[in-house]
């Protein structure tokens, strides 16, 4: 054995540690080639039987998306008869589901607020968070329009309460233009507990957690005596009479 050889790290109880690689003489490429193949073929789901119009399928969904990263479910049905299967929303929604285990695209079977969707480019539905959930050491504020919904978002930013109009024209600013992607996205974060939705006289906001953190402010020790717990599942109604804050 060479002494490059001797510093390959043993294969210990079935996981790979690691294995240096000779970018000038390429030793090392068929100890980790070896490896990857051996540990590949035993994935399970790597093994099941999957028909060539699954993934075909895939091909044909991003062509027909072009330069969308959302795409509605409705627009998505006319494709699957083009591929011998089932013309109907189950099929399509079972040949999503497998995308989405696949890592192929992002597709929510559950709850039905966000399974009208697919979301073709994973980056994009990030993007859409953290157009709201922001740190201004690395994002910029959007470039509203008005005035109103500048000094909307700068009082966000002190309280963590932001209004429905100025979050949606957060997300336009955004280019997230369309009013169903925007209820998708408002959906999704609700759903996830990155916010919750705040009714008072029939006006709508939604809080954000932890804004202090999310947007650098510096919390002084007093302040860490005092804890809340805020539970994000569900909606704060202002208006009822039985409300425990205490």
Aim: a negative charge.
């Amino acid at each position: 054995r060479s002494e490059f050889q001797s510093q390959i790290t043993p294969i210990m109880n079935g996981k790979l540690c690691f294995i240096p690689i000779d970018n000038k003489t390429g030793e090392g490429i068929e100890t980790l080639r070896t490896c990857i193949n051996n540990t590949v073929t035993k994935i399970e789901f790597l093994k099941d039987l999957v028909p060539m119009a699954n993934l075909t399928f895939h091909d044909a969904l991003m062509e027909f998306a072009g330069d969308r990263k959302f795409l509605h479910l409705d627009d998505a049905k006319d494709l699957i008869a083009d591929f011998g299967l089932k013309d109907d929303e189950a099929t399509l929604r079972s040949l999503l589901s497998f995308l989405n285990e696949r890592g192929l695209v992002n597709y929510f079977a559950d709850p039905d607020s966000l399974s009208s969707f697919i979301v073709l480019d994973p980056q994009h539905l990030v993007d859409g968070v953290t157009t709201v959930i922001r740190d201004e050491n690395f994002h910029d504020d959007p470039e509203f329009k008005t005035f109103e919904a500048g000094a909307a978002w700068d009082e966000y930013k002190e309280t963590g309460q932001i209004t429905r109009d100025c979050m949606i024209e957060a997300w336009k600013c955004a280019g997230f233009g369309d009013e169903r992607i925007i209820k998708f996205l408002t959906e999704f974060m609700i759903q996830n507990m990155l916010m919750a939705r705040v009714k008072r006289k029939d006006q709508i906001s939604y809080i954000i957690p932890k804004p202090k953190h999310l947007f650098g402010m510096k919390v002084e020790p007093e302040e860490r005596m005092l804890q809340c717990i805020a539970d994000f599942s569900g909606e704060f109604d202002m208006d009822r009479k039985d409300n425990d804050f205490n």
